[in-house]
């Protein structure tokens, strides 16, 4: 071949390659597959791309007990709030400040004489079935609460966040005025309690209250989609949202009453997130790169409550509706030891059913300082100086069983022989509020609104919605009665002090143990979660 053969060769492979090479870049490089750099040293982000294309939008979300109730006011406590939270929606918002935001309501009105709210509804809210959210719900809602409708007249459990209420007036579409027949300082604090969240008129009465409860409707950033009693709740994001569509898609509540069980499915990434774990896992959680550890101090308390059966129609305790007993119980609780075993010694040794952040809140003496021998006389005068045996109630959740197990130790001490029952959330409130067929029972309580009046109010009032202890106390109504109407804060304060004597002192007929904590731990992955005070974990904030 000669010279100036290979020379056009030569020449026509270097043409080629120019035309490749001209091609190729007008092509996105594929990255290096380590995603560190390409062959220019430009640094890729593979990592984003992948995010991209990856990015969850589900959660499985662990809980310890199976909620009895999702429709709002029917049941209250830490599950059925975080269940609330996701379905429903309030007039108005509390902020960590203590003020108000609007949420339901545009914006609202307070009369000169405290007796009438005037609130503006926004126009744009739809329930979950496609319905508008109009003034004829919030009355129906309210009225359902209040117990104010013929086919249910004794409302729901949030009848005593509705006290003094009259009705709801309807002035037009979007504009209702709510009356109350005395002035009720925490108004607007129990109106923004999701307890009370609006429920649709029309679906709820077409298909009645039992019915109602197998499929919820609310307007809250998630919908109901179906229940495994046992087992699962699951919702989806409510793509019609008036305050923005959740990042998170699908959500699932799995109900996980093993808590050793929650937290190993919560490491091999079975489960996002658990709630109310106890606070024996937090170095479990803190130790694992994966995992996040969440905590926040709480107003909700723990006691030992007790069937007395004080002027009730109901049967109170073979035992405990004698107080002596009662009182010898309260002499035998070392509070500290309950709060160690129970919270690793995060919560708060307390005195009072009233939390010491709410309105109405004075310090009182610690009524039953533990005194042993004081126990055993109490036990002597009796009748039982060589004890007795009983059954001791709780739930699954670490808040109810962790006390418990350290009671019978204590309670062991003076002899009484207590044998732990620990009880589905059903039965068990079934056990303590309806049929009353218990002798000692560990009690808890998270009140959702920062005023004495609504504890007090729900558990010691006569007809109150939580009287776990069987009683009907008049001089203790006329003190709450006299207390939630009166507008000076010192002769509140006076007269709540003296109500607290009348449930300790006098009767006791709890025995507060300690202000617990609010646990949770989750993938370390999510992003915007906040621990509550009040439980109410608000799933549409999160992200991946």
């Known amino acids: 071949m000669s010279r100036k053969t290979l020379s056009i060769i030569s020449l026509s492979l270097i043409i080629l390659m120019m035309f490749v090479t001209a091609c190729s870049s007008n092509q996105t490089a594929a990255p290096p597959q380590d995603g560190s750099s390409n062959e220019q040293g430009q640094e890729t982000n593979n990592n984003d791309s992948k995010e991209e294309t990856v990015k969850r939008t589900d959660l499985v979300f662990g809980i310890p007990q199976d909620p009895q109730f999702l429709t709002a006011g029917r049941s209250n406590g830490q599950i059925p709030n975080i269940m609330q939270t996701q379905l429903y929606n309030n007039l108005l918002r509390t902020n960590p400040d203590g003020s108000y935001s609007p949420e339901l309501a545009k914006n609202w009105e307070v009369s000169d ?89 029309d679906a709820f009465l077409s298909t009645g209250q039992d019915e109602f409860e197998k499929h919820p409707i609310g307007t809250g950033p998630y919908k109901f989609i179906s229940k495994v009693p046992g087992e699962t709740i699951k919702m989806q994001a409510n793509e019609d949202y008036f305050d923005g569509i959740p990042s ?100 708060k040794i307390i005195n009072s059913p009233i939390p010491n952040t709410f309105a109405g809140y004075t310090d009182v003496p610690d009524y039953y300082t533990r005194d042993l021998n004081k126990a055993e006389e109490l036990l002597i005068d009796a009748g039982y100086p060589n004890g007795f045996s009983v059954n001791l109630r709780c739930i699954t959740t670490p808040t109810y069983y962790k006390p418990a197990e350290t009671l019978i130790g204590q309670l062991a001490e003076i002899g009484i022989n207590a044998t732990l029952e620990v009880l589905e959330s059903g039965a068990y409130w079934t056990s303590i509020m309806t049929n009353y067929d218990y002798d000692i029972a560990i009690g808890n309580y998270t009140a959702t609104t920062p005023d004495a009046d609504i504890p007090l109010m729900q558990h010691y009032y006569t007809d109150a919605t939580l009287r776990y202890t069987n009683h009907s106390i008049k001089e203790l109504d006329d003190l709450l009665d006299k207390a939630r109407s009166e507008l000076d804060k010192s002769k509140r304060e006076e007269a709540y002090a003296k109500a607290v004597e009348v449930i300790l002192k006098d009767n006791c007929l709890v025995v507060p143990l300690y202000q617990f904590v609010v646990t949770g731990a989750g993938n370390a992955n999510l992003q915007n979660v906040n621990a509550s005070p009040y439980v109410d974990w608000k799933i549409s904030d999160w992200s991946w």
């Not at 005593?160 to 300082?185: M, Q």
């Not at 929650?262 to 990434?269: F, M, N």
């Not at 997130?273 to 969440?294: C, E, M, P, Q």
């Not at 069937?307 to 107080?323: A, E, R």
Request: glycine letters at 6%.
């Open 113 to 201: 004489d405290n007796l009438t709210y005037t609130f503006y509804l926004r126009d744009d809210v739809l329930f979950h079935d496609g319905s508008k959210m109009t003034s004829k719900d919030v009355a129906f809602s309210f009225d359902y609460h209040a117990g104010k409708l013929a086919d249910y007249p004794s409302g729901t459990q949030a009848r005593s966040f509705l006290n003094f209420y009259e009705e709801t007036e309807i002035i037009d579409e979007y504009t209702v005025k709510i009356h109350y027949s005395k002035v009720y300082g925490p108004t607007l604090s129990c109106l923004s309690d999701i307890i009370l969240g609006i429920l649709p008129e």
């Open 248 to 347: 998170i898609k699908d959500l699932t509540f799995s109900i996980r009453l093993d808590t050793d069980a929650a937290v190993i499915a919560l490491q091999t990434g079975e489960l996002d997130f658990v709630t109310n774990i106890a606070t024996s896992y937090k170095n479990t959680i803190d130790s694992d790169s994966n995992l996040k550890w969440f905590m926040t101090d709480s107003p909700g308390q723990g006691w030992v409550i007790f069937n007395t059966g004080i002027n009730t129609d109901k049967v109170g305790s073979k035992y405990f509706s004698d107080v002596r007993l009662r009182q010898a119980v309260a002499y035998a609780v070392d509070k500290e030891d309950i709060n160690i075993a129970s919270t690793d010694g995060y919560g």
